[in-house]
T-cell receptor, first 114, second 112 residues
Framework: DQQVKQNSPSLSVQEGRISILNCDYT??????FLWYKKYPAEGPTFLISISSIKDKNEDGRFTVFLNKSAKHLSLHIVPSQPGDSAVYFCAALALVGSNYKLTFGKGTLLTVNP | GAGVSQSPSNKVTEKGKDVELRCDPISGHTALYWYRQRLGQGLEFLIY????????KSGLPSDRFSAERTGESVSTLTIQRTQQEDSAVYLC??????????FGPGTRLTVT
């Protein structure tokens, strides 16, 4: 049972336009959500996060929105740049026992065309 | 400063052999995680070390998988009697806090 779902395996947008990456989750106990970006042959790098008590967090061109009632979050990239082309992973953090665990989605491949 | 490093970057092994993967975390990071990513799948949690506490091994898929970490330094992930389904990219991450994990480049394991 997948607790974090990224239903779009890929997304293609034009340079300068908005990229919207979506993520759904099923576990209401998640208390933190993160986005990671991954280039080929590299490990994921942390991009932006949001606490479950917030509904928006903005950092430069990147904004994450959280809709708790819908158990949905999205990452907006405006304006999109060719260097943003990568796989984006949504991840959710929960305290399980005395340990924190991150659960990842399968990722969405973003291609930004010049 | 230096990030998380992993070795080897690529490993091809025959079915049934044992393999050992190494992770060097960022100095000072108390937490260390191992994940794997099989083709077409998301990142799958394997094991978590936090300081000197007993590791959380709940993600290890079978008893052929084991991992060790000495203090807050190097960790090794060992897979015994490898199977073809073990083929994946094995990623290590270290963290000063659970919400920020810094990943290494991964080890691509291919079992033939």
């Amino acid at each position: 049972d997948q607790q974090v779902k990224q239903n779009s395996p890929s997304l293609s947008v034009q340079e300068g336009r908005i990229s919207i990456l979506n993520c759904d989750y099923t576990n209401s106990m998640f208390d933190y959500f993160l986005w990671y970006k991954k280039y080929p042959a590299e490990g994921p790098t942390f991009l932006i996060s949001i606490s479950s008590i917030k509904d928006k967090n903005e950092d430069g061109r990147f904004t994450v929105f959280l809709n708790k009632s819908a158990k949905h979050l999205s990452l907006h990239i405006v304006p999109s740049q060719p260097g943003d082309s990568a796989v984006y992973f949504c991840a959710a953090l929960a305290l399980v026992g005395s340990n924190y665990k991150l659960t990842f989605g399968k990722g969405t491949l973003l291609t930004v065309n010049p | 400063g230096a990030g998380v490093s992993q070795s080897p970057s690529n490993k091809v092994t025959e079915k049934g052999k044992d393999v050992e993967l190494r992770c060097d975390p960022i100095s000072g990071h108390t937490a260390l995680y191992w994940y794997r990513q099989r083709l077409g799948q998301g990142l799958e949690f394997l094991i978590y070390f936090q300081g000197n506490s007993a590791p959380d091994k709940s993600g290890l898929p079978s008893d052929r998988f084991s991992a060790e970490r000495t203090g807050e330094s190097v960790s090794t992930l060992t897979i015994q009697r490898t199977q073809q389904e073990d083929s994946a990219v094995y990623l290590c991450a270290s963290s000063p806090t659970a919400a920020e994990q810094y990943f290494g480049p991964g080890t691509r394991l291919t079992v033939t």
